[in-house]
């Protein structure tokens, strides 16, 4: 436990002196992440602050970027769109060439929810939301003909242990 809070402490100060906020900034954003619908009230109610001052950070926030939207968190199952992917795809050449490309196209694709360049022993990791196999198989056609696709490898998700909610910015 000592050790986790230790590592939650590094991890605000490095935030901070990364971005020049506080304390209560972080707060906010912890808040508004696990929640972008909490009113303005009840957020300023939980960082100890009035409103006003409360709401004055809150748009400091958005402008300087560091709030770059709100979103709603919707449950893929139920929208039909239950079945996720991940995709290892190996481009031919290595070129700025080839890489923009690819990436002019996959981005193109509605069914990518994610792609990501890494660095290893492949290109790029993509993340698809499908509706099952034969949605999968169509993407994939698609995919393999990308320009300058010369690989993938495809591992099927059969269940997701933790998901994405946010940065880990302690409370």
Do not use: W
């Not at 290595?94 to 981005?107: G, K, M, Q, S, W």
């Amino acid at each position: 436990m000592a050790k986790q809070n230790m590592a939650k402490d590094g991890l605000k100060k490095h935030v901070s002196n990364a971005t020049g906020i506080d304390r209560i900034d972080l707060q906010i954003l912890s808040l508004l992440q696990g929640d972008g619908r909490m009113s303005n009230v009840e957020l300023a109610r939980r960082v100890n602050l009035s409103p006003s001052p409360c709401l004055e950070r809150v748009r400091r926030l958005e402008a300087t970027g560091l709030i770059s939207g709100y979103s709603a968190r919707l449950d893929a199952a139920a929208l039909g769109l239950g079945t996720s992917a991940f995709i290892q795809v190996t481009l031919d050449r290595t070129t700025a060439e080839v890489f923009d490309r690819f990436r002019d196209e996959v981005v193109l694709i509605p069914e990518v929810a994610e792609c990501h360049m890494v660095a290893g022993g492949f290109d790029y990791l993509l993340k698809l939301r499908l509706g099952g196999m034969d949605a999968y198989r169509a993407v994939l056609a698609r995919i393999v003909d990308l320009p300058g696709v010369a690989q993938t490898h495809t591992y099927v998700v059969i269940e997701a242990v933790k998901q994405d909610r946010g940065l880990p910015l302690g409370s």
